[in-house]
């Protein structure tokens, strides 16, 4: 009875995690309303004008930096920094046109997310900004399924524990949201890990992985600049695990090659790229050296941010403690299985990713004069966090550390997560924070006209999530690693031939 399930599971395993996780991210799509994600009142704009000037969405306003869009934008966030008030403010049925002061006619930012976004954006905002953040969801589904597919079976462990262990609750906010750091997360996830597949293959697998690495790349820097910067990072990640494997290295380091045009181009094309070297505007003196070090100590708060201990939002949703535990835990599991026995290479790579995740933010608050705290978001370290995540979970024997129980229990502790995190977003604005009803619709003072209820919402989405886990928990399946999968004979990465962790989704 126990294989016959099992097989069950496996044979619904291919398209039945792919759409739960799209419907556990389209509940999150309907979780906030207009203008929630961080710096909305400059990101939808900029979406508004991402194809240039069209009459009624994006006209000229005489003046070069600014541009006129649809009036409903102009206070879409009005309730930010406001915990205790609902969404009630916005009034979505305004017409015209106004200013918009902060938009990207620098550019600030590179141009591809907006201008793809920009393909949904009507006059009819709610619509616009659901459709949208449904399009991130389902770009974001899309992409790392293809990757999944198209990685040699033993790695697949490694994309699944980085993408998800680390997706709860700020990863799942933002791939659902209209934040260009939805595709700096999502690149972060897979362009690594791609560049790493294509020196352990050959032949049409190779070519895919390469292409994915490229489009991924594309969709980051094309979103953020130190997305571009976090790409090449990965590219070299991936190379440095992967080289020196007996198998032809022209087509990797041409892959990786090409996103290192891609991720320098990107970057110099924006001027936030600049915020990245001398850090971000601010009138605060230099840092004292006490602070320098709290500074050091205190880098990892930004880790635990991402994963419940900061709020989403315009950081004003403080999430319930137990988020961060379960999703913390989860995370310290990842490293510590995945790090249990590394090779050289795999200590090396992971190494290389701490220092990352720990410099990078000190460095950037060191340059903007700013203590943990101010200035630098969780979102921007998450997409390191992802590719450390990653790198330490790509031991050939990760399947076996991972055993059954040890699956369930992480399932369980994200999905529980998940739950909450929506759940409390979902009330947040509804009724504000200071809402005490169970149901987080009981005296709605917001929400969709054309959605189901907040709580049926919170339910469907966080009923597909833990569906989704529970499927890849239980689909694991004994399979031996051959052909394209083995590494090459004489390698630092040979190791005895075990289990692939969720090996059919």
């Given at each position: 009875?126990?294989?016959?399930?099992?097989?069950?599971?496996?044979?619904?395993?291919?398209?039945?995690?792919?759409?739960?996780?799209?419907?556990?991210?389209?509940?999150?799509?309907?979780?906030?309303?207009?203008?929630?994600?961080p710096d909305d009142d400059f990101h939808l704009p900029s979406i508004w004008c991402g194809l240039g000037e069209r009459p009624g969405l994006c006209e000229d306003s005489g003046d070069p930096a600014t541009r006129l869009v649809p009036t409903p934008l102009k206070d879409a966030s009005c309730y930010a920094f406001l915990p205790a008030d609902s969404a009630a403010c916005w009034d979505p049925g305004t017409s015209g046109l106004f200013e918009a002061t902060r938009?990207?006619?620098?550019?600030?930012?590179?141009?591809?997310?907006?201008?793809?976004?920009?393909?949904?954006?009507?006059?009819?905002?709610?619509?616009?900004?659901?459709?949208?953040?449904?399009?991130?969801?389902?770009?974001?589904?899309?992409?790392?399924?293809?990757?999944?597919?198209?990685?040699?079976?033993?790695?697949?462990?490694?994309?699944?524990?980085?993408?998800?262990?680390?997706?709860?609750?700020?990863?799942?906010?933002?791939?659902?949201?209209?934040?260009?750091?939805?595709?700096?997360?999502?690149?972060?996830?897979?362009?690594?890990?791609?560049?790493?597949?294509?020196?352990?293959?050959?032949?049409?697998?190779?070519?895919?992985?390469?292409?994915?690495?490229?489009?991924?790349?594309?969709?980051?820097?094309?979103?953020?600049?130190?997305?571009?910067?976090?790409?090449?990072?990965?590219?070299?990640?991936?190379?440095?695990?992967?080289?020196?494997?007996?198998?032809?290295?022209?087509?990797?380091?041409?892959?990786?090659?090409?996103?290192?045009?891609?991720?320098?181009?990107?970057?110099?094309?924006?001027?936030?790229?600049?915020?990245?070297?001398?850090?971000?505007?601010?009138?605060?003196?230099?840092?004292?050296?006490?602070?320098?070090?709290?500074?050091?100590?205190?880098?990892?708060?930004?880790?635990?941010?991402?994963?419940?201990?900061?709020?989403?939002?315009?950081?004003?949703?403080?999430?319930?403690?137990?988020?961060?535990?379960?999703?913390?835990?989860?995370?310290?599991?990842?490293?510590?299985?995945?790090?249990?026995?590394?090779?050289?290479?795999?200590?090396?790579?992971?190494?290389?990713?701490?220092?990352?995740?720990?410099?990078?933010?000190?460095?950037?608050?060191?340059?903007?004069?700013?203590?943990?705290?101010?200035?630098?978001?969780?979102?921007?370290?998450?997409?390191?966090?992802?590719?450390?995540?990653?790198?330490?979970?790509?031991?050939?024997?990760?399947?076996?550390?991972?055993?059954?129980?040890?699956?369930?229990?992480?399932?369980?502790?994200?999905?529980?997560?998940?739950?909450?995190?929506?759940?409390?977003?979902?009330?947040?604005?509804?009724?504000?924070?200071?809402?005490?009803?169970?149901?987080?619709?009981?005296?709605?003072?917001?929400?969709?006209?054309?959605?189901?209820?907040?709580?049926?919402?919170?339910?469907?989405?966080?009923?597909?999530?833990?569906?989704?886990?529970?499927?890849?928990?239980?689909?694991?399946?004994?399979?031996?690693?051959?052909?394209?999968?083995?590494?090459?004979?004489?390698?630092?990465?040979?190791?005895?031939?075990?289990?692939?962790?969720?090996?059919?989704?």
């Open positions: 009875m126990h294989r016959r399930s099992s097989s069950a599971v496996r044979t619904l395993a291919p398209w039945l995690v792919p759409l739960m996780l799209f419907i556990a991210l389209g509940a999150w799509s309907f979780a906030s309303p207009v203008g929630a994600s938009v990207n006619t620098g550019p600030l930012y590179p141009p591809v997310f907006y201008a793809t976004m920009s393909v949904f954006a009507g006059p009819d905002v709610p619509t616009s900004v659901l459709l949208m953040r449904l399009a991130n969801s389902a770009i974001a589904v899309g992409l790392i399924t293809a990757v999944f597919w198209a990685l040699p079976r033993r790695l697949r462990p490694a994309l699944v524990l980085s993408a998800v262990g680390s997706a709860v609750p700020l990863g799942v906010f933002v791939y659902a949201s209209t934040n260009p750091s939805s595709w700096a997360l999502l690149s972060a996830a897979t362009v690594w890990i791609s560049v790493y597949a294509a020196t352990l293959t050959t032949g049409r697998r190779q070519w895919v992985l390469a292409g994915l690495a490229v489009l991924a790349t594309v969709l980051g820097a094309g979103a953020r600049a130190d997305a571009g910067a976090f790409a090449i990072f990965g590219a070299l990640l991936g190379l440095l695990l992967g080289l020196g494997r007996r198998r032809s290295a022209v087509i990797p380091l041409v892959t990786a090659a090409t996103v290192a045009v891609l991720g320098v181009a990107f970057y110099l094309s924006a001027g936030q790229s600049g915020s990245l070297v001398a850090g971000l505007p601010s009138e605060n003196p230099p840092l004292t050296r006490a602070q320098l070090i709290d500074n050091a100590l205190n880098v990892p708060t930004l880790w635990t941010g991402a994963l419940g201990g900061w709020g989403l939002g315009w950081l004003d949703t403080p999430m319930p403690s137990a988020v961060v535990v379960a999703t913390t835990l989860v995370v310290g599991g990842i490293l510590f299985l995945g790090m249990a026995r590394p090779t050289l290479r795999e200590g090396i790579a992971a190494a290389l990713a701490v220092a990352a995740l720990w410099g990078v933010p000190f460095i950037l608050l060191a340059q903007s004069r700013a203590v943990v705290g101010t200035q630098v978001q969780p979102r921007y370290i998450l997409p390191l966090l992802i590719i450390l995540l990653g790198v330490a979970s790509v031991a050939a024997d990760v399947e076996g550390r991972w055993t059954r129980t040890r699956r369930m229990i992480a399932a369980g502790a994200l999905s529980v997560a998940f739950a909450l995190a929506i759940y409390t977003n979902v009330r947040r604005y509804t009724t504000g924070t200071d809402g005490t009803a169970l149901d987080p619709g009981t005296g709605a003072e917001w929400w969709w006209p054309f959605a189901p209820s907040p709580l049926l919402t919170v339910i469907v989405g966080s009923l597909a999530f833990a569906a989704g886990l529970a499927v890849l928990a239980l689909s694991g399946r004994p399979a031996r690693v051959t052909g394209d999968d083995a590494p090459a004979a004489g390698s630092d990465a040979e190791a005895p031939p075990v289990a692939d962790a969720v090996t059919r989704i």
